[in-house]
C-alpha cells in the first residue's frame, strides 16, 4: 500500500514526521507486474493483432495476390450472407459441433466414472485411452478414411464377412452416410480430453460423501445426482467450453476424409472458409466468414459461462 494515496496514513506520517519509504531498485524489479510484462506482449503480438488484421480484412477488397486495398464497408459479408451455401455450412457446423461434443461428454461421463473405480490393470486402461488423443488427427482420420474405402475399407470387407451385406457401400459418396461417420471419428478423438478432465474432477470428491449418502439410504442414483454431478460442474462446464471451441474450428477430420464433398455437403465453417482463402482466392470472404464464426463462440462462451456462474450464486 502507498502511503501517499491514503489520507489518514498520510495525515499520520505528517504528524509523526515519517517519511514515506522510497521505492528501491529492488522493489520494481521484483514488482509483479514488470513479470508480467512479457505474457502480456507475447499475447498482444499473438493475439491481439492477428485479430484486429482480421477485422480489417474482413471490410477490405483484397487482391488475388493477397494484398489489401480500400475499405468496403460490409461488401464482403453481404457477399457472403447471399450464398445458400453459407446457411447449409452453418447448419453442418450446427449439428457437427452439438452431436460430437454432446455425445463426447456423455460417452466421458460413463467413461471417467468408470476409471475412477479401482480394478486390475487401471492404469493401462488410462494409458490406453489417452493414444487416440496423442495421435496426430490427420493420420486418425486418414486410417479412418481407410477404413470406410469402397473397395479395400475394412468396415465392407467385415460386414461382408458375416454375411452382413450383398455388395460394398460406398460409404463417403453420399453425405447422409459420411457426415454421421465423420460426427462418429470426431468423437472418437475427444473422448480422451473430455474423459481426463471430468476424471480430474471426480478424483477430487471425497469418499466420505457417498459413504455418508449411503448410511442415509441413497441409492446409486441419487448419489450421482446429489453428490457427484454437482461437484464436477466446474470441470464439466471446461470440457464443455473447451471442447465446442475446439470442435467447432476443427479442419483435419473433415478435410481429410472428404474435403467437404459433394458440393460442400459435408463443409464445416472452417473447411468453407479454406475454400474461400484459397481455393477461389476470396481472402476477404474468408475474413469475414472468420469473423462470424469467432463472433458465434465468443457469444456461446459468455453465454454459456454467464448461465453456469449465475447457478452456482
Same mark, same amino acid.
Given at each position: ?44 503480438? /499473438? ?192 470440457? /464443455? ?73
Amino acid at each position: 500500500m502507498e502511503i501517499d494515496k491514503v489520507p489518514a496514513l498520510k495525515k499520520l506520517t505528517r504528524d509523526l514526521k515519517i517519511k514515506p519509504r522510497k521505492m528501491t531498485w529492488e522493489d520494481i524489479v521484483t514488482h509483479p507486474y514488470l513479470w508480467l510484462l512479457p505474457s502480456l506482449i507475447l499475447m498482444f503480438i /499473438v493475439t491481439f493483432i492477428p485479430i484486429v488484421e482480421l477485422f480489417i480484412t474482413s471490410f477490405s477488397r483484397v487482391s488475388l495476390a493477397g494484398v489489401r486495398h480500400e475499405i468496403t464497408g460490409f461488401e464482403n459479408y453481404v457477399a457472403v450472407s447471399s450464398k445458400p451455401t453459407f446457411y447449409m455450412v452453418l447448419k453442418n457446423t450446427l449439428i457437427w459441433t452439438v452431436a460430437v461434443v454432446g455425445f463426447s461428454t456423455i460417452l466421458s461421463l460413463g467413461i471417467a466414472i468408470l476409471l475412477n473405480q479401482k480394478f486390475i490393470g487401471r492404469r493401462l486402461v488410462r494409458a490406453a485411452l489417452i493414444v487416440p488423443w496423442a495421435v496426430s488427427l490427420i493420420i486418425t482420420s486418414a486410417i479412418w478414411k481407410w477404413i470406410l474405402d469402397y473397395n479395400y475399407g475394412t468396415l465392407n470387407y467385415l460386414l461382408s464377412k458375416f454375411n452382413l451385406i450383398n455388395e460394398n457401400i460406398y460409404w463417403l459418396a453420399s453425405p447422409s452416410l459420411s457426415f454421421p461417420l465423420m460426427i462418429w471419428v470426431g468423437i472418437f478423438v475427444t473422448l480422451p480430453f473430455t474423459s481426463f478432465v471430468i476424471l480430474s474432477g471426480l478424483q477430487t470428491i471425497s469418499n466420505d460423501l457417498y459413504e455418508a449418502a449411503s448410511i442415509d439410504g441413497a441409492d446409486g442414483w441419487k448419489r450421482f445426482f446429489f453428490i457427484t454431478l454437482p461437484l464436477i460442474k466446474q470441470p464439466l462446464t471446461v470440457s /464443455v467450453v473447451l471442447n465446442t471451441i475446439y470442435v467447432f474450428n476443427s479442419f483435419p477430420i473433415i478435410w481429410t476424409i472428404t474435403q467437404g464433398d459433394p458440393v460442400n455437403q459435408t463443409d464445416t465453417v472452417i473447411t468453407y472458409l479454406y475454400k474461400l482463402a484459397f481455393q477461389t482466392n476470396k481472402m476477404g470472404e474468408a475474413a469475414a466468414v472468420s469473423v462470424i464464426s469467432f463472433l458465434l463462440l465468443l457469444a456461446f462462451t459468455i453465454v454459456y459461462v454467464s448461465i453456469v456462474l449465475r447457478r452456482e450464486r
